[in-house]
């Protein structure tokens, strides 16, 4: 259905994933390269809850120094967001991920809480050219 519409660019990655992209939306932030985070580590600066909470794991992954870096040069602000999900203990983000997107640490977030990651991004004003919103949508099913 989405594979029609000429505004929208709808490929499957040889993993499976499959990625929408709308044509028009900017897709430089979420090529920056991200160095290295490691999931471990920020569950012992964070706490336990940090391992089975998306909106804690998609603002570490946010927060890399690469990723703010650029949005600071870039004038880029995030849209402030609060989500309240339901907790369980499983699953729980571990490992780490090196030299990869930032598009790609959203993937490996999104399959271990399966589910999909969202990017959209608005025009800004003259302080902030523009403003982005990522967030998460875990399946429960």
Request: aromatic share 12%.
């Amino acid at each position: 259905m989405l594979a029609k519409d000429e505004d929208l660019q709808v490929t499957q990655e040889p993993d499976g994933t499959i990625r929408i992209v709308e044509k028009a939306v900017t897709q430089d932030l979420l090529n920056v390269k991200i160095e290295h985070l490691s999931f471990d580590e920020a569950r012992k600066k964070y706490g336990p809850i940090f391992s089975f909470s998306p909106p804690a794991v998609l603002s570490f992954i946010t927060d890399a120094p690469e990723v703010v870096a650029f949005m600071k040069d870039h004038s880029i602000v995030r849209a402030p967001r609060f989500i309240n999900e339901p907790t369980t203990s499983e699953p729980q983000v571990s490992g780490e991920v090196n030299n990869v997107a930032l598009y790609q640490a959203l993937d490996y977030m999104a399959k271990t809480f399966r589910g999909l990651w969202v990017y959209k991004e608005c025009p800004g004003n003259s302080e902030n050219k523009r403003i982005v919103d990522l967030y998460f949508y875990r399946h429960w099913g």
